[in-house]
T-cell receptor, first 119, second 111 residues
Framework: SAVISQKPSRDICQRGTSLTIQCQVDSQVTMMFWYRQQPGQSLTLIATANQGSEATYESGFVIDKFPISRPNLTFSTLTVSNMSPEDSSIYLC????????????????FGPGTRLTVL | QKEVEQNSGPLSVPEGAIASLNCTYS??????FFWYRQYSGKSPELIMS????GDKEDGRFTAQLNKASQYVSLLIRDSQPSDSATYLCAITGQGAQKLVFGQGTRLTINP
């Protein structure tokens, strides 16, 4: 599977500020995904990012709050804008990938995550 | 009804026993089924994928899928303390690539 890194690994931010999270993959991938995991909760998909097109957001998530860039096939950023304490979560990027025979079957692998605390 | 349901646990199993984790889903068109393991403070790690009815074995892990009954399960044989983690069931729907996760089951293996 692809090796995925995220920066920063954690941050503490003030209310009203913005944070940009980077996701880097060691191979070219078509689709990248951004998830949120709130404290004690499971993962929720924020958006899907394809290179060269606008990100597709899930219900409850909007571009103004979570703008995403996908400038090439190995990199993406997620910005959490105008933060409030409710945005305190772990933010994870994932990519599809694996053995060729599995590629059609949507296996996703996750980066290490960014732990965000908003005061 | 939630799309993907798991018993949140905690599930406590003695070392060496079989741990059985279950997951039910609501979308009959679901195509791909996954089990992830998540240690505290870490990101989810894919441990099993299953796409067809029946059993799939990988080492101490066996995934079971029954599309007619809309459930998928994970069996862990010879449970070890290192298996203590939260296990997340995830599913993709028909024609969709996004993963929908269950709430996760916290598993504790007692030495």
């Amino acid at each position: 599977s692809a090796v995925i890194s995220q920066k920063p690994s954690r941050d503490i931010c003030q209310r009203g500020t913005s944070l940009t999270i980077q996701c880097q993959v060691d191979s070219q991938v078509t689709m990248m995904f951004w998830y949120r995991q709130q404290p004690g909760q499971s993962l929720t998909l924020i958006a899907t990012a394809n290179q060269g097109s606008e990100a597709t957001y899930e219900s409850g998530f909007v571009i103004d709050k979570f703008p995403i860039s996908r400038p090439n096939l190995t990199f993406s950023t997620l910005t959490v804008s105008n933060m409030s304490p409710e945005d305190s979560s772990i933010y994870l990027c994932s990519v599809e990938g694996g053995e060729a025979r599995d590629y059609l079957y949507n296996e996703q692998f996750f980066g290490p995550g960014t732990r965000l605390t908003v005061l | 009804q939630k799309e993907v349901e798991q018993n949140s646990g905690p599930l406590s199993v003695p070392e060496g026993a079989i741990a059985s984790l279950n997951c039910t889903y609501s979308d009959r068109g679901s195509q791909s089924f996954f089990w992830y393991r998540q240690y505290s403070g870490k990101s989810p790690e894919l441990i099993m994928s299953i796409y067809s009815n029946g059993d799939k074995e990988d080492g101490r892990f066996t995934a079971q899928l029954n599309k007619a009954s809309q459930y998928v399960s994970l069996l862990i044989r010879d449970s070890q303390p290192s298996d203590s983690a939260t296990y997340l069931c995830a599913i993709t729907g028909q024609g969709a690539q996004k993963l929908v996760f269950g709430q996760g089951t916290r598993l504790t293996i007692n030495p």
